[in-house]
């Protein structure tokens, strides 16, 4: 047994060979260590490798798939708010459509009254003229005696509208003085009843004379009490300036 030289209180020295079985020890320390923290179903590099791979692309995956459904989202939002665009566009051009319609309506109801009020209009005015005519005709054939005092007003006023100028007074004495205000009196002893034209009438008027003088509106007879009036008035205006100037047999 070989002899103990360690001095008591002192290491003893490693030799070069002590220090190599400590160097392996410690390399196969390491290895082993490594060994235990390798996954149990962690392969070679390769497959380390490969595996990285696949999570790297299953990320992308999922980051396109968000962004396709983000996009498909989006893409329905705007179809959305295209659909209620045209809506409202469609309710729009509705309510302009009933609002013209309507315009339309009330214009031609507006347009249909005012020409109902036109027409009442019209049929009033003429309504009026037609009271207006009557009035004027009722004016125009107003009746007069049928004597003297007749005759002689309803002459003046056949004279008044031809402007052949005379009085009342002025006829009413020279008829009685030619007639005595009988209508048909005739002379049939004058110088004209023997030249073949006798005086007739109320005023005495030869047929020469009324066809000269005669006033148109009267009956053409030398009987007719206006007639025979009207153109010896005529005839004294003509000859005399007036019947009233006229005081004897003319």
């Known amino acids: 047994m070989p002899k103990n030289t360690t001095t008591p209180g002192h290491s003893p020295k490693l030799t070069k060979a002590h220090k190599l079985s400590i160097a392996g020890v410690a390399t196969l320390g390491a290895a082993a260590l490594a060994f235990s923290l390798v996954p149990g179903n962690a392969g070679t590099t390769t497959t380390d490798a490969v595996s990285s791979a696949k999570v790297a692309y299953s990320e992308q995956q999922i980051k396109d798939v968000k962004a396709s459904v983000t996009d498909q989202l989006a893409g329905a939002d705007l ?23 309507a315009a339309k309506k009330k214009a031609a109801a507006e347009a249909a009254a005012k020409k109902k009020a036109a027409e009442a209009r ?18 125009a054939v107003k ?3 049928n004597n003297l005092d007749g005759w ?3 002459s003046l006023a056949i004279m008044a509208k031809n402007g052949i100028p005379g009085t009342y007074d002025g006829l009413y004495r020279n008829i009685m003085r030619e007639s005595t205000g009988n209508p048909n009196a005739i002379n049939g ?4 009843a023997q030249n073949g034209t006798p005086s007739i009438g109320l005023l005495q008027v030869i047929k020469p004379t009324f066809d000269a003088y005669h006033v148109a509106g009267t009956a053409w007879s030398q009987y007719d009490p ?6 010896a008035a005529n ?16």
């Open 226 to 231: 206006v007639a025979n009036i009207t153109a």
């Open 235 to 250: 005839y004294a205006a003509d000859k005399y300036g007036s019947i009233d100037n006229v005081n004897s047999a003319y």
């Open 189 to 192: 002893w004058d110088v004209n």
């Open 143 to 145: 009746t007069y005696a």
């Open 152 to 154: 002689i007003r309803e």
């Open 79 to 101: 179809k959305a708010q295209d659909i209620a665009a045209k809506k409202k566009a469609a309710a729009d051009a509705a309510k302009k459509k009933a609002a013209e319609a």
């Open 122 to 139: 019209a049929k009033e005015q003429a309504a009026s003229r037609s009271t207006a005519r009557v009035e004027v005709e009722t004016v």
